[in-house]
């Protein structure tokens, strides 16, 4: 399996193609920003990637608010923990980063909406690999 030559760290934003399921757009992808929830370990196996959505929509519990600003993003918006895996393909710029901040705070509500218990800490945070 050929590796791809950038693999963006947990809690870097990125623009990705979502599927979308509006009959009203013909199944055609949304390019929106996302944030890279898959660890370093995971991708070093895996040409997928796994993601958050962010939106400017209306807030639903477990949303995680975000400090846009320093996330290279043009308005408030917040994180919705319901991970999508995507392939490499759908991915196409880097946007920013979420703070370390925002990144615990992504962390526990995919923990509480997935059911599985957060770990202490998490090697793979603020690595980027190129």
């Known amino acids: 399996m050929t590796r791809r030559s950038t693999v963006y760290a947990p809690g870097a934003i990125v623009v990705v193609d979502?599927?979308?399921y509006d009959p009203a757009l013909a199944g055609?992808?949304?390019?929106?920003?996302a944030v890279v929830v898959s660890s370093d370990t995971f991708m070093s196996f895996d040409d997928d990637v796994v993601v958050c959505p962010v939106t400017t929509g209306t807030i639903r519990a477990?949303?995680?608010k975000i400090d846009w600003r320093n996330a290279g993003l043009p308005r408030p918006c917040v994180v919705r923990p319901k991970p999508t895996t995507l392939p490499?393909?759908?991915l196409h710029a880097l946007v920013g980063a979420l703070t370390p901040h925002?990144?615990?705070n992504l962390r526990a509500a995919l923990s509480l909406v997935l059911g599985v218990p957060q770990p202490?800490?998490?090697p793979d945070a603020g690595q980027t690999r190129t």
């Open 102 to 104: 925002d990144l615990d």
């Open 88 to 90: 490499p393909r759908a």
């Open 120 to 122: 202490p800490d998490d």
């Open 18 to 20: 979502f599927p979308t």
């Open 28 to 33: 055609a992808p949304k390019r929106r920003p």
């Open 62 to 64: 477990f949303d995680v």
